[in-house]
Protein backbone atom coordinates (compact mmCIF):
# COMPACT_ATOMS: atom_id res chain seq x y z
CA UNK A 1 0.00 0.00 0.00
CA UNK A 2 1.16 3.42 -0.86
CA UNK A 3 2.06 5.81 2.38
CA UNK A 4 0.46 9.45 2.26
CA UNK A 5 3.26 12.01 3.73
CA UNK A 6 1.87 15.32 4.63
CA UNK A 7 4.02 18.06 5.52
CA UNK A 8 3.90 19.88 8.63
CA UNK A 9 2.65 23.63 8.13
CA UNK A 10 5.65 26.48 8.57
CA UNK A 11 5.73 27.99 12.40
CA UNK A 12 4.48 31.47 11.28
CA UNK A 13 7.86 33.03 12.43
CA UNK A 14 9.35 31.05 9.49
CA UNK A 15 6.69 31.43 7.09
CA UNK A 16 6.89 35.08 7.28
CA UNK A 17 10.43 35.02 6.94
CA UNK A 18 10.22 33.28 3.63
CA UNK A 19 7.53 35.22 2.18
CA UNK A 20 9.51 38.32 2.82
CA UNK A 21 12.26 37.38 0.91
CA UNK A 22 10.40 36.03 -1.70
CA UNK A 23 9.08 39.79 -1.67
CA UNK A 24 12.23 41.15 -1.37
CA UNK A 25 13.61 38.44 -4.86
CA UNK A 26 10.70 39.49 -6.53
CA UNK A 27 11.53 43.50 -6.12
CA UNK A 28 14.86 43.02 -6.77
CA UNK A 29 14.17 41.21 -10.09
CA UNK A 30 11.58 43.84 -11.41
CA UNK A 31 14.24 46.90 -9.90
CA UNK A 32 17.11 45.04 -12.13
CA UNK A 33 14.66 44.66 -15.28
CA UNK A 34 13.19 48.05 -14.49
CA UNK A 35 16.70 50.30 -14.75
CA UNK A 36 17.47 48.11 -17.82
CA UNK A 37 15.95 50.35 -20.23
CA UNK A 38 16.60 53.96 -19.74
CA UNK A 39 14.48 56.89 -22.28
CA UNK A 40 16.26 59.78 -22.80
CA UNK A 41 14.75 62.46 -25.26
CA UNK A 42 17.56 64.51 -27.18
CA UNK A 43 17.89 66.67 -30.28
CA UNK A 44 18.21 65.83 -33.31
CA UNK A 45 21.65 66.82 -34.03
CA UNK A 46 22.75 64.25 -31.64
CA UNK A 47 21.35 61.60 -33.28
CA UNK A 48 21.71 62.69 -37.54
CA UNK A 49 25.57 63.16 -36.53
CA UNK A 50 25.77 59.68 -35.12
CA UNK A 51 27.21 60.86 -31.52
CA UNK A 52 24.63 58.68 -29.96
CA UNK A 53 25.02 55.79 -31.76
CA UNK A 54 28.86 55.88 -31.00
CA UNK A 55 27.98 56.78 -27.42
CA UNK A 56 25.20 54.11 -26.52
CA UNK A 57 27.02 50.97 -26.82
CA UNK A 58 29.69 52.07 -24.73
CA UNK A 59 27.50 53.11 -21.85
CA UNK A 60 25.42 50.18 -21.90
CA UNK A 61 28.62 47.81 -22.00
CA UNK A 62 29.90 49.16 -18.66
CA UNK A 63 26.65 49.98 -17.29
CA UNK A 64 24.10 47.30 -18.52
CA UNK A 65 21.70 50.35 -19.39
CA UNK A 66 19.94 50.16 -22.46
CA UNK A 67 18.75 53.59 -23.60
CA UNK A 68 16.05 54.08 -25.86
CA UNK A 69 15.89 57.53 -27.52
CA UNK A 70 13.72 59.95 -29.27
CA UNK A 71 15.26 62.45 -30.77
CA UNK A 72 13.20 65.71 -31.59
CA UNK A 73 13.95 69.56 -31.01
CA UNK A 74 14.79 70.95 -27.54
CA UNK A 75 11.36 72.40 -27.25
CA UNK A 76 9.84 69.11 -27.80
CA UNK A 77 12.41 67.38 -25.73
CA UNK A 78 11.99 69.91 -22.99
CA UNK A 79 8.05 69.23 -23.34
CA UNK A 80 8.64 65.85 -22.99
CA UNK A 81 10.24 65.70 -19.61
CA UNK A 82 7.84 68.23 -18.05
CA UNK A 83 4.99 65.75 -19.20
CA UNK A 84 7.01 62.98 -17.61
CA UNK A 85 7.53 60.94 -21.00
CA UNK A 86 11.07 60.27 -20.58
CA UNK A 87 13.70 59.95 -17.43
CA UNK A 88 16.43 62.78 -18.80
CA UNK A 89 17.20 65.03 -21.71
CA UNK A 90 20.24 66.10 -23.67
CA UNK A 91 19.60 69.43 -25.07
CA UNK A 92 20.76 72.48 -26.79
CA UNK A 93 18.73 75.09 -25.84
CA UNK A 94 20.32 77.33 -22.53
CA UNK A 95 17.51 79.82 -22.08
CA UNK A 96 14.52 76.97 -22.25
CA UNK A 97 16.81 74.61 -19.82
CA UNK A 98 17.08 77.49 -17.24
CA UNK A 99 13.32 77.73 -17.80
CA UNK A 100 12.45 73.77 -17.53
CA UNK A 101 14.58 73.51 -14.43
CA UNK A 102 12.96 76.70 -12.40
CA UNK A 103 9.94 75.27 -13.36
CA UNK A 104 10.69 72.25 -11.32
CA UNK A 105 10.75 69.95 -14.03
CA UNK A 106 14.11 69.15 -13.97
CA UNK A 107 17.32 68.82 -11.90
CA UNK A 108 21.01 68.85 -11.83
CA UNK A 109 21.76 70.30 -15.11
CA UNK A 110 25.13 69.91 -16.72
CA UNK A 111 26.99 71.19 -19.35
CA UNK A 112 28.21 68.01 -21.67
CA UNK A 113 29.91 69.10 -24.61
CA UNK A 114 29.81 72.11 -26.93
CA UNK A 115 30.14 72.50 -30.74
CA UNK A 116 28.79 75.65 -32.99
CA UNK A 117 26.40 76.50 -35.79
CA UNK A 118 26.84 77.43 -38.89
CA UNK A 119 25.73 79.41 -41.68
CA UNK A 120 25.45 77.81 -45.02
CA UNK A 121 23.79 78.89 -48.06
CA UNK A 122 24.63 78.95 -52.01
CA UNK A 123 28.18 79.17 -53.31
CA UNK A 124 27.38 81.83 -55.20
CA UNK A 125 26.65 83.70 -52.14
CA UNK A 126 23.95 86.28 -53.29
CA UNK A 127 24.03 88.09 -50.04
CA UNK A 128 27.38 88.57 -49.21
CA UNK A 129 27.32 87.35 -45.96
CA UNK A 130 31.29 85.95 -46.02
CA UNK A 131 32.05 89.18 -45.84
CA UNK A 132 29.88 90.57 -43.23
CA UNK A 133 31.93 90.59 -39.21
CA UNK A 134 29.18 89.04 -37.63
CA UNK A 135 26.77 86.51 -37.12
CA UNK A 136 24.27 89.54 -36.92
CA UNK A 137 25.46 91.08 -40.16
CA UNK A 138 25.37 88.27 -41.56
CA UNK A 139 21.64 87.92 -40.90
CA UNK A 140 20.72 91.09 -41.76
CA UNK A 141 22.75 91.09 -45.38
CA UNK A 142 20.13 88.11 -45.61
CA UNK A 143 16.94 90.29 -44.77
CA UNK A 144 17.98 93.49 -46.54
CA UNK A 145 18.57 91.13 -49.79
CA UNK A 146 15.35 88.79 -49.03
CA UNK A 147 17.36 86.29 -50.45
CA UNK A 148 16.27 82.61 -49.15
CA UNK A 149 16.19 81.54 -45.86
CA UNK A 150 14.81 78.52 -44.69
CA UNK A 151 14.03 78.38 -41.31
CA UNK A 152 13.80 75.00 -38.81
CA UNK A 153 10.20 76.47 -37.39
CA UNK A 154 10.32 73.78 -34.84
CA UNK A 155 11.13 75.63 -31.32
CA UNK A 156 14.87 73.35 -31.65
CA UNK A 157 17.84 74.46 -30.17
CA UNK A 158 18.76 75.80 -33.42
CA UNK A 159 15.80 77.61 -34.27
CA UNK A 160 15.50 79.52 -30.78
CA UNK A 161 19.60 80.70 -31.73
CA UNK A 162 18.72 81.60 -35.09
CA UNK A 163 15.65 83.23 -33.75
CA UNK A 164 17.38 85.34 -30.91
CA UNK A 165 20.07 86.65 -33.72
CA UNK A 166 16.73 88.29 -35.38
CA UNK A 167 15.57 89.31 -32.06
CA UNK A 168 18.52 91.14 -31.29
CA UNK A 169 18.13 92.77 -34.87
CA UNK A 170 15.13 94.13 -33.78
CA UNK A 171 13.45 91.79 -36.71
CA UNK A 172 10.69 89.79 -37.02
CA UNK A 173 11.43 87.82 -40.83
CA UNK A 174 8.11 87.34 -43.13
CA UNK A 175 7.51 87.22 -46.47
CA UNK A 176 7.97 84.95 -49.74
CA UNK A 177 11.97 84.91 -49.15
CA UNK A 178 11.65 83.32 -45.17
CA UNK A 179 10.50 79.79 -45.10
CA UNK A 180 9.32 78.45 -41.95
CA UNK A 181 9.64 74.88 -41.63
CA UNK A 182 8.92 73.19 -38.89
CA UNK A 183 11.42 70.12 -39.83
CA UNK A 184 14.28 68.99 -38.49
CA UNK A 185 18.04 69.39 -39.46
CA UNK A 186 18.35 67.10 -41.75
CA UNK A 187 15.15 68.21 -43.78
CA UNK A 188 15.68 71.77 -43.75
CA UNK A 189 19.29 71.13 -45.32
CA UNK A 190 17.44 69.41 -47.95
CA UNK A 191 15.06 71.86 -48.73
CA UNK A 192 17.64 74.84 -48.25
CA UNK A 193 19.75 72.92 -51.27
CA UNK A 194 16.19 72.48 -53.38
CA UNK A 195 15.79 76.27 -53.02
CA UNK A 196 19.48 77.74 -52.92
CA UNK A 197 18.66 79.06 -49.40
CA UNK A 198 20.61 80.21 -46.33
CA UNK A 199 19.95 78.33 -42.76
CA UNK A 200 21.51 77.89 -39.79
CA UNK A 201 23.01 74.53 -38.76
CA UNK A 202 24.85 72.82 -36.15
CA UNK A 203 27.93 71.63 -36.87
CA UNK A 204 27.76 68.30 -36.49
CA UNK A 205 24.49 67.74 -38.68
CA UNK A 206 25.85 69.79 -41.44
CA UNK A 207 29.50 67.67 -41.59
CA UNK A 208 27.45 64.05 -41.49
CA UNK A 209 25.18 65.52 -44.23
CA UNK A 210 25.95 64.25 -47.64
CA UNK A 211 23.44 65.84 -50.01
CA UNK A 212 25.06 69.35 -50.06
CA UNK A 213 24.50 70.04 -53.48
CA UNK A 214 25.71 73.77 -53.55
CA UNK A 215 25.88 74.36 -50.24
CA UNK A 216 28.71 75.44 -48.36
CA UNK A 217 29.41 77.56 -45.11
CA UNK A 218 29.78 80.91 -45.96
CA UNK A 219 29.78 81.96 -41.89
CA UNK A 220 31.16 80.74 -38.47
CA UNK A 221 33.33 81.33 -35.83
CA UNK A 222 31.16 83.91 -34.19
CA UNK A 223 31.35 83.58 -30.37
CA UNK A 224 27.46 84.06 -30.50
CA UNK A 225 27.64 80.87 -32.55
CA UNK A 226 28.67 78.55 -29.56
CA UNK A 227 26.37 75.67 -29.07
CA UNK A 228 26.46 74.05 -25.73
CA UNK A 229 24.55 70.81 -24.91
CA UNK A 230 22.97 70.01 -21.23
CA UNK A 231 22.05 66.58 -19.77
CA UNK A 232 19.02 67.62 -17.42
CA UNK A 233 17.28 64.64 -15.04
CA UNK A 234 13.54 64.67 -15.24
CA UNK A 235 12.31 66.37 -12.02
CA UNK A 236 10.09 64.66 -10.08
CA UNK A 237 10.39 61.27 -10.92
CA UNK A 238 8.39 59.69 -12.79
CA UNK A 239 9.69 55.89 -12.05
CA UNK A 240 12.21 55.89 -9.45
CA UNK A 241 13.62 52.77 -10.87
CA UNK A 242 14.06 53.90 -14.28
CA UNK A 243 15.30 57.09 -12.39
CA UNK A 244 18.24 55.23 -11.02
CA UNK A 245 19.39 54.04 -14.91
CA UNK A 246 19.20 57.80 -15.53
CA UNK A 247 20.96 59.09 -13.38
CA UNK A 248 23.94 56.87 -14.42
CA UNK A 249 23.89 57.87 -17.83
CA UNK A 250 23.88 61.38 -16.57
CA UNK A 251 26.41 61.42 -14.51
CA UNK A 252 28.33 59.10 -17.21
CA UNK A 253 28.25 61.83 -19.47
CA UNK A 254 30.43 63.94 -17.52
CA UNK A 255 32.77 61.10 -16.18
CA UNK A 256 35.79 60.76 -17.39
CA UNK A 257 35.01 57.83 -19.34
CA UNK A 258 32.00 59.90 -21.35
CA UNK A 259 33.73 62.64 -21.66
CA UNK A 260 37.00 60.61 -23.34
CA UNK A 261 34.03 59.19 -25.89
CA UNK A 262 32.69 62.20 -26.69
CA UNK A 263 36.15 63.79 -27.48
CA UNK A 264 37.32 60.41 -29.62
CA UNK A 265 34.20 61.11 -31.62
CA UNK A 266 34.70 61.87 -35.56
CA UNK A 267 33.51 61.54 -38.97
CA UNK A 268 35.51 61.84 -41.56
CA UNK A 269 38.55 62.73 -39.27
CA UNK A 270 36.89 65.85 -38.02
CA UNK A 271 35.88 66.22 -34.57
CA UNK A 272 32.03 66.96 -34.45
CA UNK A 273 31.91 67.63 -30.47
CA UNK A 274 34.11 68.89 -27.59
CA UNK A 275 33.41 67.55 -24.27
CA UNK A 276 32.97 70.39 -21.61
CA UNK A 277 36.13 68.85 -20.32
CA UNK A 278 38.33 70.43 -22.99
CA UNK A 279 35.85 73.59 -23.63
CA UNK A 280 35.76 74.80 -20.17
Not at 253 to 271: D, H, P
Request: net charge negative.
Amino acid sequence: MARCWSTPPLPASKYNRLLAALVFMMATSAMAQGEATIRIASTTSTEHSGLLEFLIPQFQRESGIAVHVVAVGSGQALRMGCHGDVDAVLVHAPQAEQQFVEQGCGADRRRVMVNDFVLVGPVDDPADVAGADSAAEAFQRIAQTEAPFASRGDDSGTHQKAQSIWSALDMDPGGDWYRELGAGMGAVLNTAADMKAYTLADRGTWLTFANRRDLTVLFEGDPSLVNPYSSILVKPAVNQIRQAGATKWHRWLVSEAGQVAIGRYRVNGQRLFIPVSEAL
